[in-house]
């Protein structure tokens, strides 16, 4: 049962332009949001993170959206750039019962921006 | 991460074979975890241990075992491989309650590619 859907599974996007992935979760516990990097052949890397308490959170060029209500968080990448080329996975977890401290991951998105 | 290393890193057995993964993080964190990575269904949780006397079932534990030798070591194993075991295996570490930074982040290592023909 996936309790994170993810999409899109790929996406290709012009340099300079704006990359949007987009998560879904069912699990009203989570309250953890992440969003994971992987370049080829590395494990992945925390890239940004959120807790439901705010709406927003903004690192640089990258944005986390969330909106409790629909169950749903998006990462905005501005100005995406060549080397923002990778896989990128959201993430959720909750903070108590048998879930603390286990991430459970969307399918993953194959962002490539082309120069 | 170089805090956290995966042996080996690639491997190629056949059908019926017992393989061992290793993994070891000079993080100090309490928490490890075993993934396995397959395309279009993201990380899926095999085990993870919240120390060493603590070992728990992810989603996906079936085929598989694990060894908390050590807070720094973790490894898993396939008792009998089989071909839909071929995979990207992640190990990642993260802080126990109490540690620092917070609990929440996931350190992983760099991967095991294994192929089970």
């Known amino acids: 049962q996936q309790q994170v859907k993810q999409s899109p599974q790929s996406l290709i996007v012009q340099k300079g332009g704006i990359s949007i992935i987009n998560c879904a979760y069912e699990?009203?516990?989570?309250?953890?949001f992440p969003w994971y990097q992987q370049f080829p052949g590395k494990g992945p890397a925390l890239l940004i993170a959120?807790?439901?308490?705010?709406s927003e959170k903004k690192e640089g060029r990258f944005t986390i959206s969330f909106n409790k209500s629909a169950k749903q968080f998006s990462l905005h990448i501005m100005d995406s750039q060549p080397g923002d080329s990778a896989t990128y996975f959201c993430a959720a977890s909750a903070a108590g019962g048998t879930s603390y401290g286990k991430l459970t991951f969307g399918q993953g998105t194959i962002l490539t921006v082309h120069p | 991460d170089a805090d956290v290393t995966q042996t080996p890193r690639n491997r190629i057995t056949k059908t019926g074979k017992r393989i061992m993964l290793e993994c070891s993080q000079t993080k100090g964190h309490d928490r490890m975890y075993w993934y396995r990575q397959d395309p279009g269904l993201g990380l899926r949780l095999i085990y993870y241990?919240?120390?060493?006397?603590?070992?728990n079932k992810g989603e996906i534990s079936d085929g598989y075992s694990v060894s908390r030798q050590a807070q720094a070591k973790f490894s898993l194993s396939l008792e009998s491989a089989i071909p839909n075991q071929t995979a990207l295996y992640f190990c990642?570490?993260?802080?126990?309650?109490?540690?620092?930074?917070?609990?929440?982040?996931?350190?992983f290592g760099p991967g095991t590619r294994l192929t089970v023909l």
């Open positions: 241990s919240f120390d060493v006397k603590d070992i």
């Open positions: 990642a570490t993260s802080p126990g309650q109490g540690q620092s930074p917070s609990t929440d982040t996931q350190y």
């Open positions: 699990n009203t516990a989570f309250d953890y």
């Open positions: 959120i807790r439901p308490d705010v």
